[in-house]
């Protein structure tokens, strides 16, 4: 009988670490097994496992290189990784296991660089790693307490649990966990929520779920108009998609006319025909202003951007976002002295640059929703359409009108794309 080794017999007859054997097995430095599930039979070049491993690092490293991937600071609606988020990586096969606790295992440092490479890194986060109940609040910007009453309206149900032992502050405790991806989805199929002010509510208010009524398990339905906003089409190509499709979800109840559909029946369907897809991350704008006194720059990063146009021209347009505590700190400083900040330029993707000629200033910075911190910066209406010197940008024209008298507003959620205005034809009004 031929003579075989499992990974630590195999690691000592080499003179090795096990760390080491589990790279080479990896990597496939090792042939595959030939003596049985795990053993192995046959030579190896030991100098070649040797070479071949470089750590290994531990899971808490792993998670930072990840964060810092991410961006610094970490985007909105992104929750950091922790040591047991490149455990769940280990045990879908992006990180090779090299020892340590299978909870939290260290890995292969040139693994993890190349995961932080990836474009999709977001995404595959998603896809791999769950969340618990804190998380999930900061995946969706909401507070902990809304995303709990999500849980007690039947909106999103746990995939699996974890226990966790917190020792001194009460023993053992079981915390739910919730697919990331199912979290991300729910702004996208429930329109019918007004997500930036679920978002923007100020810690210690009444939830703006509260009033809704839990749905019974098996009746969440929903209308072909409501399949048409989920997946931002007319009800004619809900109508024609289930002509079409013979696996279009079949009525669970309602009116010929009127039929009712499931809702989690219905998003698998849209997901699985690519009609709706998972948001992985949101939106941001890339905010650049220039001190009127000073002549300073700043140019810092607005997750979330949200434009609230005055409709009256004597009044102020706002400009809010989530930002961090060092760009918020230093938009204070450069808009506190002389007559605030011009907005040389203001870029989110998908329009062209918007600018303010001046007196933009710095008037709230607060913690909302999830902890993240928000800010706005307000100018004069009437500046809206002036062009900036040079090579500002377009001019700051946007799609609303100013039609209603006093001090109402309109609220435009997002950056509208706008034309460049010839510098010979004056200030340009809303159109």
């Avoid at 039979?41 to 991937?69: C, Y």
């Avoid at 102020?316 to 506190?336: E, F, I, M, P, R």
Wanted: glycine content about 10%.
């Amino acid at each position: 009988m031929r003579e075989s080794f499992d990974e630590y017999g195999a690691a000592s007859r080499l003179k090795v670490t096990v760390a080491a054997w589990r790279w080479a097995v990896a990597s496939r430095l090792v042939p595959a097994t030939d003596a049985g599930t795990g053993r192995w039979s046959r030579a190896v070049d030991a100098e070649a496992v040797r070479a071949a491993l470089r750590g290994p690092a531990a899971a808490f490293w792993a998670a930072e290189r990840l964060n810092e991937a991410l961006g610094d600071p970490l985007p909105f609606g992104r929750p950091r990784v922790t040591a047991a988020a490149v455990g769940h990586l280990v045990r879908v096969g992006h990180l090779a296991c090299l020892g340590g606790d299978a909870g939290c295992p260290d890995v292969h440092p040139d693994q993890v660089e190349a995961l932080a490479r990836r474009r999709d890194l977001p995404a595959l986060l998603d896809r791999h790693v769950p969340l618990g109940p804190d998380e999930a609040a900061v995946r969706l910007g909401v507070r902990r307490v809304d995303f709990d009453r999500m849980v007690d309206l039947g909106w999103i149900t746990p995939t699996g649990a974890v226990d966790i032992d917190y020792k001194r502050q009460g023993g053992v405790t079981r915390v739910p966990l919730y697919s990331a991806q199912d979290v991300a989805l729910l702004p996208v199929i429930r329109p019918e929520v007004d997500w930036h002010e679920l978002r923007t509510v100020a810690p210690g208010r009444r939830s703006p779920l509260s009033a809704l009524t839990p749905t019974p398990e098996g009746r969440d339905t929903m209308l072909m108009a409501g399949i048409a906003r989920i997946a931002g089409v007319g009800r004619a190509a809900v109508a024609n998609w289930r002509r079409r499709h013979p696996d279009f979800p079949a009525p669970t109840g309602g009116t010929a006319t009127h039929p009712e559909f499931d809702r989690p029946a219905a998003v698998a369907w849209l997901l699985a025909h690519d009609k709706i897809t998972v948001p992985s991350s949101i939106p941001s704008a890339t905010l650049v202003l220039r001190a009127d006194s000073t002549g300073k720059e700043l140019r810092c990063r607005l997750d979330a951007p949200w434009l609230q146009l005055a409709t009256d021209a004597t009044a102020d347009d706002q400009l809010s976002g989530w930002t961090s505590d060092h760009d918020a700190d230093a938009l204070a400083a450069l808009t506190a002295d002389g007559e605030g900040a011009a907005i040389r330029r203001l870029t989110a993707p998908g329009t062209q640059p918007l600018t303010v000629l001046g007196s933009a200033r710095l008037i709230d910075r607060s913690r909302r929703g999830a902890g993240a911190l928000r800010v706005t910066v307000p100018w004069p209406g009437a500046l809206r359409g002036h062009l900036a010197p040079g090579q500002a940008g377009g001019s700051a024209r946007h799609g609303v009108p100013h039609t209603a008298p006093g001090p109402a507003r309109q609220t435009c959620g997002g950056l509208l794309p706008t034309r460049p205005a010839a510098p010979s034809t004056g200030p340009q009004r809303n159109r």
